[in-house]
């Protein structure tokens, strides 16, 4: 089991910042993906960022310029560091770990996720 725990959202005005923290914990594989996901209600699920298994990072259309993902490992933390937000960047957002046990099948953790809500 993973166990996933996420903080930093909250209430921001257009163009400042957020800085969303994400602490994992439990058997994470030493082969993995980790990123976060944010989802409006009514709406599908969607990725933001995240660390391909191969450590590369992809990131939302959306977000490029102004959101950047990092990770300190000997934490097993990732960070999201939102920049230059817009009332659209509001979602509640989750944290997201893929542990692979074969190289194509994994099985998802999530965090209880987090709101941030971007408004005047």
């Known amino acids: 089991q993973v166990q996933l725990v996420e903080s930093g959202g909250g209430l921001v005005q257009p163009g400042g910042s957020l800085r969303l923290s994400c602490a994992a914990s439990?058997?994470?594989?030493?082969?993995?993906?980790m990123g976060w996901y944010r989802q409006d209600p009514g709406k599908q699920r969607e990725l933001v960022a995240r660390?391909?298994?191969?450590?590369?990072?992809d990131y939302a259309d959306s977000v490029k310029g102004r959101f950047a993902i990092s990770r300190d490992n000997a934490k097993n933390t990732i960070y999201l560091q939102m920049n230059a937000l817009k009332p659209e960047d509001t979602a509640v957002y989750y944290c997201n770990v893929k542990n692979y046990y074969t190289i194509i099948k994994f099985t998802d953790y999530w965090g209880q996720g987090t709101q941030v809500t971007v408004s005047s």
């Open positions: 439990g058997s994470i594989f030493s082969i993995n993906a």
């Open positions: 660390f391909t298994r191969s450590g590369t990072t």
